[in-house]
């Protein structure tokens, strides 16, 4: 069954995505919104109740009656719902540490100047990272310059390979230390605490082959060690070296929805995730003789777009703007004006393999890990990483005047975005007085009830974006600061919720912080890998002091409630074992396992202070759902009642802490 | 609302920065890039620049890198639609209109004739403003920011509606405590010039003070404010999150803004908002409510004059105790300083004009009839204008808690009480004291019987723990007077002989105080009788009066236990006391000794001991001394090096009394190590110092001892000490 033209405003909220999803309906292109309706979840899978990692199954399970039927070698539900969660971590860890070492080689080249086109460009971070790598010399009093014993590539040099070190190592890892103090104790005790990157993941997939780890809670410790050489690991790596390689996001202006294509220029997607490539071609698509070459062809200029995290990489870099999330490449395309569509790794679907057989456009696969019939693939390689991206763009350039009809919706929206944590520190208090402080404050006396993380993917299961815009609505109406990452931030964005006047959204406190600090109330974060940046933000909350001391004790929550990737399941589980709640929508892959789901769910929260829950109804009973255990957690810590102003006498003066 | 003083601060930035860069490049043409810039008498060169940046700037060309800075800081105004966050680039441009106001301030030192007055208190006539503070003044004021004594300060900025609306509000900031810094202008006038109109006395010493008219004197209060964390705070030049901090959390001050805020004085709140001082307008110019760079709020705004005070106090979240004295005057510490010339006197009684005492002796408790105020014999009423009149002020008290030894104690605090009154003038002590009360007082109605009822309500604010009930007889009669004086006199002599027969062998108990930890934490002053506290002000009679008041407070009994080492004054007791007190980061102090483990240093120390290796001497030198001294370092820069809780051999800090102490430095040779010290400090200490280098067998040792006028390098010292052939360069080596 295809979705007719009447019936695509059930699919999606977001108005350039239905006018385009009636243009494919009408045009026939197949999208994953069809398919989604011709291919119901396997019942069996979808509850997590198959297994098939032996030859003597699949087994399958009843969910109904979970304790009637074993497996052929005996294993229970509990013990197969596990494994297939616990590879789902290992799946969605092992993606975004791929992505962090592939950043972490380049990285080390970039140190020794073995790339031209990158180099080290942040250098107080460079200093400030490298200090807790332990490398001497990375004095930040003298940055700007070389330190004062050491040329500051020598340290990038050194903090390359310590970064490198990270996915070989069994000793643990260096970001872990981070964490606060109480929240290290917490993994130590329960035996979490990773020791290596590869290590965990490799332990995990070895744990969960057939006739080895059958205890689900054995196999769930492996899950949260797993979990974080992800969010404290490979992801905080990625984030942490891209920023020093390309710049740290500061706030930047730009437009976001298919409406960016255009008309008259060379359009080019990137999609994926991995910023080594899509800045590259960001830069290609500068060069004077390429745009010269795109005049001749008949083209005004070079037109770069993002598209899900590699356009979150570069629009918190470069303000470049976005074309759209994750189930809106297909759609891209469908607009015939995409010249070329650039991916590497992650949420790439084969489908765009055989939809660009319809159009002119290109699509270009780079990663030597990712190839798709239907693509050109030109490989990337970063040793001659600006030759090749100009490669990339002049195909798309000569690709110009293959163009036939388009039909661009005329959409866009726009958005500010590049909330990194260093920016989120210096815009309340400037670079004389940057800290957490106003944020910790107006939490505590109120104005702000809580920080939530919304972030995740597109699921055609769900009405597109849908969940995710009124889940933040709710929340900032409830005066809770949003923090976004991924394709929830670009849902949001199209629905301009990432302009400071969506302040007029928000309630009465936190418009009033949001017009103090002149801040949207959702914070575009920037990409999937940079979840990272909300654990690190997490952090600092509670050293800033005043909200206990640990995650758990902040009155903050994560939620994905589109998600579909495995990604989702590893950063879920990163959060859950740092402290936080962390609620998912659309479908819950344990539920077969009613002895697991309720481990998860509840029992976690005496393990990690943190749990895991599931609210598919919708956007109102997830907020609710957030919003309640928000309250309990400023009722723990005090401050749920407005308090009193404290005014200082001298006494009370000599003891605060200077 | 915030957007809108966001962007108007911004704005005033650029304006201040482009105002500056002119000037300083005129500068540079007329003077030269090498021409002195400074403020006068100060170690801490241009002091938002040195305390924020570390700059140490004291040429016109050493200008640039301030004003780059202030360049780099400056952001473009918020966009009309879908801005970017304001906030930090607004709070930059604050700190870049102050580096601004610094460059443009400093400049001003160069002009001919110098716009401002160059002393503590405004002359009677012509300009009154002030401008910078040099570092005595710094110092002196300051350390009433550290304990207390002033709670905070208030920027007044621009002029009141109208002069009676400006006495009214200097009048209850006073009546505060609180500093009154002035500056800028409305259309060519200022609350300054407004006081100055209704013939209050402006200065220091009334805690009025006026900077000047122009908008970019305003950095002198923030000016003062980042010396005093560099001075009182231990913080280090160029630690400007430190600093800041300190002033949020120590310095509770806030921006009163009156009639039309204009860009530039926009920027200067943007830059105040920065130390967390708070700006409340009296126009509406919007507010900024959310708290966190301030304790509270940002702005808040429009305020009626009336209630602007009270708002800022709130804002800045200070807390004032101020007890209502029954008196028909203000009361409060900023008018110790007011002068009453003969010709406003009504009353003049004391001063070697007419016998005079006054008297704190304690009673049984069914003697004392609490708050029962006699004058026996004419009151203010009964003389006409001009009289003389003898006086003799004897306060009973009574408490279960008193002491004998507490009375000397609650005497010295007469002057202060008294003087504290509007209109009313203090001096001296005992039976030297000397009391004028002014025709305008008089005409408020004060009388001599509200002596005892400033006496009655300050013994049981200030000693409500050893205090029960307060009498108070005020003699106004000559044969009473005389009389009475007698019994003082008495008791007086008692007292010295007791005081003077106190030995540190003579107690098992000495007392801490801890007070100045809250600038530096590893500090522990431990007060014996022999050394009095490095401030000069807590003896070990006070320290022992203060702990019976507040058994909890900063003054707590540390016993001696066992001698370590009797010629370095080491004990046991003290020793472990020290150690849990520093939290652990001293575990040894010798009291008489600059070598060997000698006690922390604060900040507030008199004096500062240093060693000269090569005269194989001590030198001192005290705070009120700004040149240079023979250790190569200025008082200013020696505090910043010796203070902040730190213990450094060959440097102690001190009190002026403990010179004349018989356990000055007995570790080293006493007295006689002493080869140096200001020509200001010789005099002040002369008499007891005669006394005691007499009993050291070397009576004409202070003459002996160099001072400015004889060597200020290390090596003219040498020279002098052999040509006087000083006792120093006789004693052991000290190194």
Same mark, same amino acid.
């Given at each position: 069954?295809?979705?007719?033209?009447?019936?695509?405003?059930?699919n999606?909220?977001?108005?350039?995505?239905?006018?385009?999803?009636?243009y494919?309906a009408?045009?026939?292109?197949?999208?994953a919104?069809?398919?989604?309706?011709k291919?119901?979840?396997?019942p069996?899978?979808e509850?997590?109740?198959?297994?098939?990692?032996?030859?003597?199954?699949?087994?399958?399970?009843?969910?109904?009656?979970?304790?009637?039927?074993?497996?052929?070698?005996?294993?229970?539900?509990?013990?197969?719902a596990?494994?297939?969660?616990?590879?789902?971590?290992?799946?969605?860890?092992?993606?975004?540490?791929?992505?962090?070492?592939?950043?972490?080689?380049?990285?080390l080249?970039?140190a020794?100047?073995?790339?031209?086109?990158?180099?080290?460009?942040?250098?107080?971070?460079?200093?400030k990272v490298?200090?807790?790598?332990?490398?001497?010399?990375?004095d930040?009093?003298?940055?700007g310059?070389?330190?004062?014993?050491?040329?500051?590539?020598k340290?990038?040099?050194e903090?390359?390979?310590?970064?490198?070190?990270?996915?070989?190592?069994?000793?643990?890892l260096?970001?872990?230390?981070?964490a606060?103090?109480?929240?290290?104790?917490?993994w130590?005790?329960?035996?979490?605490?990773?020791?290596?990157?590869?290590r965990?993941?490799?332990e995990?997939?070895?744990?969960?082959?057939?006739g080895?780890?059958?205890?689900?809670?054995n196999l769930?410790?492996?899950?949260?060690?797993?979990?974080?050489?992800?969010g404290?690991?490979?992801?905080?790596i990625?984030?942490?070296?891209q920023?020093?390689?390309f710049?740290?996001?500061v706030?930047?202006?730009?437009k976001v929805?298919?409406?960016?294509?255009?008309?008259?220029?060379v359009n080019?997607?990137?999609?994926?995730?991995?910023?080594?490539m899509?800045?590259?071609?960001?830069?290609?698509?500068?060069?004077?003789?390429?745009?010269?070459?795109?005049k001749?062809?008949?083209?005004?200029?070079i037109?770069?777009?993002?598209m899900?995290?590699?356009?979150?990489?570069?629009?918190?870099?470069?303000?470049?703007?976005?074309?759209?999330n994750?189930?809106?490449?297909?759609?891209a395309?469908a607009?015939g004006?995409?010249?070329?569509?650039?991916v590497?790794?992650?949420c790439?679907?084969p489908?765009?393999g055989?939809?660009?057989?319809?159009?002119h456009?290109?699509?270009?696969?780079?990663?030597?890990?990712?190839?798709?019939?239907?693509?050109?693939?030109?490989?990337?390689n970063?040793?001659?990483?600006?030759?090749?991206?100009?490669?990339?763009?002049?195909?798309?350039?000569?690709?110009y005047?293959?163009r036939?009809?388009?039909?661009i919706?005329?959409?866009?929206?726009?958005?500010?975005?590049?909330?990194?944590?260093?920016?989120?520190?210096?815009?309340?208090?400037?670079?004389?007085?940057?800290?957490y402080?106003?944020?910790?404050?107006?939490?505590?006396?109120?104005r702000?009830?809580?920080?939530?993380?919304?972030?995740g993917?597109?699921?055609?299961?769900?009405?597109h974006?849908d969940?995710?815009?009124?889940?933040?609505k709710?929340?900032?109406?409830?005066d809770?600061?949003?923090?976004?990452?991924?394709?929830?931030?670009i849902?949001?964005?199209?629905?301009?919720?990432?302009?400071?006047?969506?302040?007029t959204?928000?309630?009465k406190?936190?418009r009033?912080?949001?017009?103090a600090v002149?801040?949207?109330?959702?914070l575009?974060?920037?990409?999937?890998?940079?979840?990272?940046?909300?654990?690190?933000?997490c952090?600092?909350?509670?050293?800033e002091g005043?909200?206990?001391?640990?995650?758990?004790d902040?009155?903050?929550a994560?939620?994905?409630?589109?998600?579909?990737s495995?990604?989702?399941?590893?950063?879920?589980?990163?959060?859950?074992?740092?402290?936080?709640l962390?609620?998912?929508?659309v479908?819950?892959?344990?539920?077969?396992?009613p002895?697991?789901?309720?481990?998860?769910?509840?029992e976690y929260?005496?393990?990690?202070?943190?749990?895991?829950?599931f609210?598919?109804?919708?956007?109102g009973?997830?907020?609710?759902?957030?919003?309640?255990h928000i309250?309990k957690?400023?009722?723990?810590l005090?401050?749920?009642?407005?308090?009193e102003?404290?005014?200082?006498?001298?006494?009370a003066?000599?003891?605060?802490e200077? | 609302m915030s957007k809108?003083?966001?962007?108007?601060?911004?704005?005033?930035?650029?304006?201040?920065?482009?105002?500056?860069?002119?000037?300083?490049?005129d500068?540079?043409?007329?003077?030269g890039?090498?021409?002195?810039?400074?403020?006068?008498?100060?170690?801490?060169? %241009?002091?938002i620049?040195h305390?924020?940046?570390?700059m140490?700037?004291?040429?016109?060309?050493?200008?640039?890198?301030?004003l780059?800075?202030a360049?780099?800081?400056?952001?473009?105004?918020?966009?009309?639609n879908k801005?970017?966050?304001?906030?930090?680039?607004?709070?930059?441009?604050?700190?870049a209109?102050?580096?601004?106001?610094?460059?443009?301030?400093s400049?001003?030192?160069?002009q001919?004739?110098?716009?401002?007055?160059?002393?503590?208190?405004?002359?009677?006539d012509?300009?009154?403003?002030?401008?910078?503070?040099?570092?005595?003044?710094?110092?002196?004021?300051?350390?009433?920011?550290?304990?207390?004594?002033? &709670?905070?300060?208030a920027?007044?900025?621009?002029?009141c509606?109208?002069?009676?609306?400006?006495?009214k509000i200097?009048?209850?900031?006073?009546?505060?405590?609180?500093?009154v810094?002035?500056?800028?202008?409305n259309?060519?006038?200022?609350?300054?010039?407004?006081?100055?109109?209704?013939?209050?006395q402006?200065?220091?010493?009334?805690?009025?003070?006026?900077?000047?008219?122009?908008?970019?004197?305003?950095?002198?209060a923030?000016?003062?404010?980042t010396r005093?964390?560099?001075?009182?705070?231990?913080? !280090?030049p160029?630690?400007?999150?430190?600093?800041?901090k300190y002033n949020?959390?120590?310095i509770?001050?806030f921006?009163?803004?009156f009639?039309?805020?204009?860009?530039?004085?926009h920027?200067?709140?943007?830059?105040?908002?920065?130390?967390?001082?708070?700006?409340?307008?009296?126009?509406?110019?919007?507010?900024?409510?959310p708290?966190?760079v301030?304790?509270?709020?940002?702005?808040v705004?429009?305020?009626?004059?009336e209630e602007?005070?009270?708002k800022a106090v709130?804002?800045?979240?200070?807390k004032?105790?101020?007890?209502?004295?029954?008196? &028909?005057v203000?009361?409060?510490a900023?008018?110790?300083?007011?002068?009453?010339?003969?010709e406003?006197?009504?009353v003049?009684?004391?001063?070697?004009?007419?016998?005079a005492?006054?008297?704190?002796? #304690?009673?049984?408790?069914n003697?004392?009839t609490?708050?029962?105020?006699?004058?026996?014999?004419?009151?203010?009423?009964?003389?006409?204008?001009?009289?003389q009149l003898?006086i003799?002020?004897?306060?009973e008290?009574?408490?279960?808690?008193?002491?004998e030894?507490?009375?000397p104690v609650?005497e010295r605090?007469?002057?202060n009480?008294?003087?504290?009154?509007q209109?009313?003038?203090?001096?001296?002590?005992?039976?030297?004291n000397?009391?004028r009360?002014?025709?305008?007082?008089k005409?408020?109605?004060? !009388?001599?019987?509200h002596?005892?009822?400033?006496i009655?309500?300050q013994?049981?604010?200030?000693?409500?723990?050893?205090?029960?009930?307060?009498?108070?007889?005020?003699y106004?009669?000559q044969?009473?007077?005389?009389k009475?004086?007698?019994?003082a006199?008495k008791?007086?002599n008692k007292?010295?002989?007791?005081?003077?027969?106190m030995?540190?062998? #003579?107690?098992?108990?000495?007392?801490?105080c801890l007070?100045?930890?809250?600038?530096?934490?590893?500090?522990?002053?431990?007060?014996?009788?022999?050394?009095?506290?490095?401030?000069g #002000?807590?003896?070990?009679?006070?320290?022992?009066?203060?702990y019976?008041?507040?058994?909890?407070?900063?003054?707590?009994?540390?016993?001696?236990?066992?001698t370590?080492?009797?010629?370095?004054?080491?004990w046991?007791?003290?020793?472990?006391?020290?150690l849990?007190?520093?939290?652990?980061?001293?575990s040894?102090?010798?009291?008489?000794?600059?070598?060997?483990?000698?006690?922390?240093?604060?900040?507030?120390?008199e004096?500062?001991?240093a060693?000269?290796?090569?005269?194989?001497g001590?030198?001192?030198?005290?705070r009120?001394?700004?040149?240079?001294?023979?250790?190569?370092?200025?008082?200013?820069t020696?505090?910043?090096?010796?203070?902040?809780?730190?213990q450094?051999?060959?440097?102690?800090?001190?009190?002026k009394?403990?010179?004349? #102490?018989?356990?000055?430095?007995?570790?080293?040779?006493?007295?006689?190590?002493?080869?140096?010290?200001?020509k200001?400090?010789?005099?002040d200490l002369r008499?007891l110092?005669?006394?005691?280098?007499k009993?050291e067998?070397?009576?004409? %040792?202070?003459?002996?001892?160099a001072?400015?006028?004889?060597?200020?390098t290390?090596e003219?010292?040498?020279?002098?000490l052999?040509?006087?052939?000083?006792p120093a360069?006789t004693?052991?080596?000290?190194m």
């Amino acid at each position: 069954m295809s979705p007719t033209a009447e019936k695509t405003n059930e699919n999606s909220v977001c108005e350039a995505t239905i006018e385009m999803l009636k243009y494919s309906a009408e045009s026939n292109y197949d999208t994953a919104f069809q398919r989604a309706q011709k291919v119901k979840p396997c019942p069996i899978g979808e509850v997590g109740a198959c297994c098939k990692h032996c030859a003597m199954g699949p087994c399958r399970f009843n969910p109904k009656k979970p304790d009637e039927i074993k497996g052929v070698c005996g294993a229970d539900i509990n013990t197969v719902a596990a494994r297939n969660f616990c590879r789902m971590i290992a799946a969605g860890t092992a993606a975004h540490c791929e992505h962090s070492r592939h950043v972490s080689h380049t990285f080390l080249s970039a140190a020794r100047g073995d790339v031209p086109g990158y180099k080290i460009q942040d250098v107080p971070k460079l200093l400030k990272v490298a200090a807790e790598f332990g490398i001497v010399g990375g004095d930040p009093a003298t940055y700007g310059g070389d330190t004062k014993d050491k040329p500051f590539n020598k340290v990038a040099e050194e903090l390359g390979q310590k970064a490198i070190g990270e996915f070989g190592t069994e000793k643990g890892l260096y970001m872990i230390k981070r964490a606060p103090q109480k929240r290290q104790e917490i993994w130590k005790e329960t035996g979490v605490t990773p020791r290596g990157i590869d290590r965990e993941i490799v332990e995990m997939m070895s744990r969960t082959h057939m006739g080895d780890d059958a205890d689900y809670k054995n196999l769930m410790l492996q899950g949260s060690r797993c979990s974080l050489v992800d969010g404290w690991g490979g992801s905080m790596i990625a984030t942490e070296l891209q920023d020093i390689m390309f710049g740290t996001p500061v706030p930047v202006r730009s437009k976001v929805n298919l409406g960016v294509l255009k008309n008259d220029q060379v359009n080019i997607i990137v999609h994926g995730h991995n910023p080594l490539m899509a800045e590259m071609v960001a830069v290609a698509a500068r060069d004077p003789e390429l745009v010269n070459l795109a005049k001749q062809k008949g083209a005004k200029g070079i037109n770069i777009a993002g598209m899900c995290c590699s356009g979150n990489e570069i629009l918190l870099r470069h303000g470049i703007p976005l074309a759209g999330n994750f189930l809106q490449q297909e759609l891209a395309i469908a607009t015939g004006a995409v010249e070329a569509m650039v991916v590497d790794v992650q949420c790439i679907m084969p489908a765009l393999g055989r939809l660009v057989e319809c159009f002119h456009t290109k699509l270009i696969t780079t990663s030597p890990t990712v190839k798709i019939q239907g693509a050109t693939h030109i490989e990337f390689n970063e040793h001659d990483a600006l030759n090749i991206a100009k490669t990339i763009v002049r195909t798309a350039v000569e690709n110009y005047p293959k163009r036939g009809k388009t039909n661009i919706p005329n959409k866009t929206t726009d958005l500010i975005a590049g909330f990194s944590h260093e920016t989120i520190n210096y815009m309340l208090g400037g670079s004389f007085r940057a800290s957490y402080r106003p944020l910790n404050d107006n939490i505590i006396n109120g104005r702000i009830r809580g920080v939530v993380g919304v972030v995740g993917c597109n699921n055609p299961r769900v009405k597109h974006d849908d969940v995710h815009i009124n889940l933040v609505k709710e929340l900032i109406g409830n005066d809770i600061l949003v923090v976004q990452t991924g394709c929830s931030a670009i849902a949001c964005a199209k629905e301009g919720l990432l302009i400071p006047e969506a302040a007029t959204m928000a309630g009465k406190g936190l418009r009033e912080v949001c017009e103090a600090v002149g801040m949207p109330p959702v914070l575009h974060c920037g990409a999937c890998v940079d979840n990272s940046r909300i654990l690190v933000a997490c952090t600092e909350m509670v050293r800033e002091g005043g909200l206990g001391n640990d995650i758990s004790d902040l009155p903050v929550a994560g939620c994905a409630p589109e998600w579909m990737s495995e990604k989702a399941i590893a950063i879920g589980q990163y959060f859950v074992t740092s402290g936080a709640l962390v609620v998912f929508g659309v479908t819950w892959p344990t539920t077969g396992s009613p002895t697991l789901t309720k481990y998860l769910f509840e029992e976690y929260e005496k393990i990690y202070k943190g749990k895991w829950a599931f609210e598919s109804r919708g956007a109102g009973q997830m907020a609710a759902m957030i919003i309640d255990h928000i309250n309990k957690k400023r009722e723990a810590l005090g401050i749920q009642k407005a308090q009193e102003r404290k005014l200082y006498d001298m006494e009370a003066r000599r003891a605060l802490e200077v | 609302m915030s957007k809108l003083i966001a962007t108007r601060a911004i704005r005033g930035a650029h304006k201040l920065v482009s105002r500056a860069e002119k000037e300083f490049s005129d500068a540079l043409k007329k003077h030269g890039p090498d021409k002195k810039v400074e403020f006068p008498n100060t170690g801490y060169y %241009l002091p938002i620049s040195h305390g924020m940046l570390g700059m140490n700037i004291n040429t016109v060309g050493g200008l640039q890198p301030l004003l780059d800075k202030a360049k780099s800081l400056l952001h473009p105004i918020p966009d009309e639609n879908k801005w970017v966050p304001y906030l930090g680039h607004t709070l930059d441009c604050g700190m870049a209109a102050l580096f601004a106001d610094e460059i443009i301030e400093s400049l001003k030192y160069l002009q001919d004739p110098l716009p401002y007055t160059v002393m503590e208190n405004c002359p009677e006539d012509g300009n009154f403003w002030l401008g910078a503070a040099d570092d005595v003044i710094m110092r002196k004021r300051g350390i009433e920011f550290v304990d207390g004594t002033a &709670p905070g300060f208030a920027a007044c900025v621009g002029a009141c509606p109208s002069t009676e609306v400006a006495v009214k509000i200097a009048r209850e900031l006073q009546e505060k405590n609180l500093y009154v810094f002035m500056s800028a202008s409305n259309n060519g006038k200022s609350m300054a010039d407004q006081l100055r109109e209704a013939g209050v006395q402006m200065g220091w010493e009334t805690r009025l003070v006026p900077f000047g008219s122009d908008v970019t004197s305003t950095i002198h209060a923030l000016g003062f404010a980042t010396r005093a964390a560099l001075s009182f705070g231990g913080v !280090k030049p160029g630690d400007y999150a430190r600093n800041l901090k300190y002033n949020k959390m120590r310095i509770f001050a806030f921006v009163l803004a009156f009639g039309e805020v204009d860009d530039e004085k926009h920027a200067q709140a943007a830059g105040a908002i920065n130390y967390g001082f708070p700006a409340i307008s009296e126009t509406d110019i919007g507010q900024i409510l959310p708290t966190g760079v301030c304790t509270y709020e940002h702005v808040v705004s429009p305020v009626k004059p009336e209630e602007m005070i009270q708002k800022a106090v709130e804002v800045r979240g200070l807390k004032i105790q101020v007890h209502k004295i029954p008196i &028909p005057v203000s009361y409060g510490a900023a008018f110790e300083g007011e002068r009453i010339r003969g010709e406003d006197t009504w009353v003049e009684m004391g001063g070697n004009k007419t016998p005079a005492f006054e008297f704190v002796t #304690s009673k049984s408790i069914n003697e004392v009839t609490d708050n029962k105020i006699e004058v026996i014999g004419p009151e203010i009423t009964d003389v006409p204008a001009g009289t003389q009149l003898p006086i003799g002020i004897v306060a009973e008290v009574a408490g279960r808690k008193m002491q004998e030894d507490f009375e000397p104690v609650l005497e010295r605090r007469l002057h202060n009480f008294i003087n504290e009154a509007q209109g009313v003038f203090h001096m001296g002590q005992r039976d030297q004291n000397w009391i004028r009360i002014s025709k305008e007082s008089k005409e408020k109605g004060f !009388k001599i019987a509200h002596i005892g009822t400033i006496i009655h309500a300050q013994f049981h604010t200030e000693f409500g723990a050893i205090v029960d009930k307060v009498q108070v007889k005020i003699y106004t009669k000559q044969e009473d007077v005389l009389k009475w004086r007698e019994i003082a006199k008495k008791a007086y002599n008692k007292r010295d002989e007791r005081v003077g027969s106190m030995t540190d062998e #003579s107690t098992d108990t000495f007392y801490s105080c801890l007070l100045c930890q809250s600038f530096a934490p590893t500090h522990v002053c431990v007060v014996s009788p022999e050394r009095t506290g490095l401030c000069g #002000s807590y003896n070990w009679f006070t320290c022992k009066a203060s702990y019976e008041i507040n058994p909890r407070g900063p003054n707590q009994p540390v016993p001696k236990g066992d001698t370590v080492d009797a010629l370095k004054g080491q004990w046991k007791g003290c020793n472990e006391f020290i150690l849990q007190s520093s939290r652990k980061a001293i575990s040894a102090m010798s009291a008489y000794s600059i070598m060997s483990e000698p006690m922390t240093s604060c900040g507030c120390f008199e004096c500062i001991a240093a060693v000269l290796p090569l005269a194989n001497g001590v030198m001192t030198v005290s705070r009120e001394f700004a040149g240079m001294t023979p250790c190569g370092m200025k008082f200013s820069t020696l505090a910043g090096t010796v203070g902040g809780g730190q213990q450094i051999p060959g440097f102690v800090g001190h009190s002026k009394r403990y010179v004349v #102490s018989k356990k000055f430095l007995l570790a080293e040779g006493g007295i006689k190590r002493l080869v140096w010290m200001p020509k200001a400090l010789k005099d002040d200490l002369r008499v007891l110092f005669e006394a005691r280098a007499k009993a050291e067998g070397v009576p004409n %040792l202070l003459d002996l001892i160099a001072d400015e006028t004889i060597a200020t390098t290390e090596e003219e010292v040498v020279a002098h000490l052999q040509k006087v052939n000083h006792p120093a360069l006789t004693l052991p080596p000290l190194m």
